[in-house]
């Protein structure tokens, strides 16, 4: 099949090179993201490949559909960035990616914490200065610790089991409780305003929806102990930034560790320190010392690059040869 490949990076790339060597489609790798007026790069292709800040929405999508594209594979987990009910209505199938690797995210969630806890960001700098003091470096034990896992599915799991190891006391809330978790994880499923209050640690991995938009906002923050530090390695959108940004500046809050950011799209995965960024909201989160930030990053692991591409390109074949599609996104996913 020919592929039209959006807002691809040298990493992805080289993944999809290496994977296609089994696979055989004809690649073609654009470095704008899709959106509708990028969307006629795609003329000639029989399907496109998007990434997670593509804004696949209905003129996008119909205009795709005109361009002859049959097939949209997501090289993601997430397909927030898609209005599924345009897809449908346009009759665009729509696959994605929706395990790669939970322990990529899941491992770079605990490394967050890790990082900010005992400032290893901050200590690296200064033993590079060559200033040596431990002066405001004092992190805590997260033995004995309560984490709030938000979002009990394949990256919550993962994550919670590695807080476990930590000799954590796992809470947990998702609006579809496993109830067999409690027993193999030893977590305690609690309504969320329990969690919030409760929680020393928490870390948010629910999908984006319109339930889940903003579901940390001023109340949320306000219910939660001022020590608290939260973790956000699933998408910008959860998190209300301006609340954020209070929360941060009233000392509400301890520290706030984010590989993802509501505004990342056009920001996140693109060398700016020449250009500098125009979103101030950003440039001001970046000058709390409590505050770490990564652009995006957590999947980003050898195994879970080389299963995107296996799956995406597999998704792919399928397709070209009528078989069923078992990632498809289906309306109600
Ligand atoms: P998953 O589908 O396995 O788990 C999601 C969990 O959220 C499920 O248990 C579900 O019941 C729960 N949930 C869904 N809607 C809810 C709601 N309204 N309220 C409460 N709970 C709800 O997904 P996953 O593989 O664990 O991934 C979670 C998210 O992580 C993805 O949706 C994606 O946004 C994000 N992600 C981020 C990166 C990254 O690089 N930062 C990479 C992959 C995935």
Aim: hydrophobic fraction near 45%; include cysteine; aromatic fraction near 8%.
């Amino acid at each position: 099949m020919k592929l039209a490949f959006f807002d691809t990076h040298g990493f992805d790339r080289k993944a999809f090179d290496q994977a296609n060597s089994m696979w055989q489609h004809e690649i073609t790798y654009f470095e704008p993201r899709l959106r509708h007026a990028t969307a006629q790069l795609a003329k000639g292709f029989d399907a496109v490949c998007a990434f997670v800040n593509d804004r696949i929405d209905r003129d996008t999508i119909q205009l795709l559909k005109q361009e002859g594209i049959r097939i949209l594979a997501l090289r993601s987990a997430g397909f927030n960035q898609v209005d599924m009910k345009a897809a449908h209505e346009f009759d665009l199938p729509v696959v994605r990616v929706p395990e790669y690797s939970p322990y990529a995210v899941a491992e770079h969630a605990v490394a967050l914490i890790l990082t900010m806890n005992r400032r290893i960001h901050r200590a690296s700098n200064r033993v590079r200065e060559l200033n040596f003091s431990l002066d405001g470096l004092v992190g805590f034990d997260l033995h004995g610790k309560t984490v709030g896992v938000i979002g009990t599915g394949r990256i919550g799991q993962v994550f919670a089991r590695i807080m476990q190891g930590f000799g954590c006391q796992l809470l947990a809330y998702d609006a579809w409780p496993k109830p067999e978790l409690s027993q193999q994880l030893n977590l305690r499923y609690v309504p969320l305003q329990e969690l919030l209050a409760q929680s020393d640690i928490i870390s948010l991995h629910v999908p984006l929806s319109p339930e889940t938009h903003h579901m940390i906002d001023e109340a949320a923050f306000q219910s939660m102990k001022p020590s608290v530090v939260l973790v956000n390695t699933s998408r910008g959108g959860l998190v209300k930034t301006s609340a954020l940004l209070q929360a941060l500046k009233s000392g509400q809050i301890g520290f706030a560790a984010l590989d993802v950011y509501e505004e990342e799209e056009g920001i996140f995965f693109h060398d700016m320190s020449e250009s500098g960024v125009q979103d101030d909201v950003l440039a001001r989160l970046t000058t709390f010392p409590n505050v770490l930030i990564t652009a995006h990053q957590a999947f980003l692991t050898h195994e879970a690059l080389a299963n995107i591409a296996n799956t995406t390109l597999s998704s792919l074949r399928a397709f070209e040869h009528n078989e069923p599609l078992v990632h498809q996104v289906q309306l109600r996913s």
